[in-house]
């Protein structure tokens, strides 16, 4: 079945940087566009990055556009979110998500994405 498993949560001081990474097996990674979006306590989840099959085209959530980058590596399956210049704002459990090539170019919607990861804690403090 598929799988979507992420890693390199943790707590960092503000204006520090994390990097997320997210393990993708059961599904044909190339033939899906991949996204990032999280979650903060009582709030609904919402869109952090995208990038689509070929890694040639990349969007982000104007919170975060200029901090995060979204990148991944086809050979191995990965996708990656380097948070660069990390606010308390940031905080939030992020998940990873797939989603067919299909639709829209540049993913926003959670609607979007077939396929969920469990989740990492990422917490900012001030």
Same mark, same amino acid.
């Given at each position: ?7 390199? @949560?943790?707590?960092? &001081? +503000?204006? #520090?940087?994390? =990097?997320?990474?997210? $393990?993708?097996?059961?599904? !044909? ?5 991949? @996204?990032?979006?999280? &979650? +903060?306590? #009582?709030?609904? =989840?919402?869109?952090? $990055?995208?990038?689509?099959? !070929? ?19 086809? $050979? ?51």
């Amino acid at each position: 079945q598929v799988q979507l498993v992420e890693s390199g @949560g943790g707590l960092v &001081q +503000a204006g #520090g940087s994390l =990097r997320l990474s997210c $393990a993708a097996s059961g599904l !044909s990674f190339i033939r899906n566009d991949m @996204g990032w979006f999280r &979650q +903060a306590p #009582g709030k609904e =989840r919402e869109f952090v $990055a995208t990038i689509r099959w !070929s890694s040639s085209s990349t969007a982000y959530a104007d919170s975060v556009k200029g901090r995060f980058t979204i990148a991944r590596d086809n $050979a191995k399956n990965m996708v990656y979110l380097q948070m660069n210049s990390l606010k308390p704002a940031d905080t939030a459990v992020y998940y990873c998500a797939a989603a067919g090539r299909g639709g829209a170019i540049f993913k926003k919607q959670v609607s979007d994405y077939a396929y969920w990861g469990q989740g990492t804690q990422v917490t900012v403090s001030s």
